[in-house]
């Protein structure tokens, strides 16, 4: 297996755990991008500090997660894409349960460059008030 899908496993086995957005941003690349997706959520684009910022928001609304699996993971060339599920635990205890494709592109150095995320729209729209508070 690739040293890329070991580092994106470990990366989400780290948030699933630890919820440490931060540990996790220190293989982002100073050029880092990020994209939550379809474009019909209206979520633009993010560089290293705005990602940050917003996930360190989301997670902070997180209790736990009760599942984390990713279901399948692909690499093509300096790409690695996969199905995430998760349900997740919200502070105040609504379960949230999505699903996600997502593809993360790696620069020569290791660092993540970009990331990809297509998400559950119904499922985020159903909590994104509680996550996004």
């Known amino acids: 297996m690739s040293s890329n899908i070991e580092k994106v496993k ?3 086995e780290a ?4 919820l440490d957005v931060a540990a996790v941003s220190t293989h982002w690349a100073d050029d880092y991008k990020a994209q939550i997706l379809p474009e019909s959520l ?6 290293k500090e705005e990602h940050l910022a917003q996930a360190t928001k989301l997670v902070g609304n997180i209790k736990e997660y009760s599942k ?13 894409t996969g199905h995430l599920r998760s349900n997740a635990i919200l502070k105040d205890g ?3 349960k999505s699903d996600a494709i997502f593809i993360v592109t790696f620069n020569d150095e290791g660092k993540v460059v ?3 995320q297509f998400i559950d729209s119904l499922a985020f729209s159903q909590v ?6």
């Open 114 to 116: 970009h990331f990809k």
């Open 68 to 80: 984390f699996e990713l279901v399948e993971i692909f690499e093509s060339g300096n790409k690695v």
């Open 15 to 18: 948030m699933s755990k630890d």
């Open 42 to 47: 209206g979520l633009k684009e993010m560089n």
């Open 94 to 96: 609504t379960e949230h």
């Open 10 to 12: 470990k990366t989400f």
């Open 128 to 133: 994104a008030a509680k996550l996004m508070a």
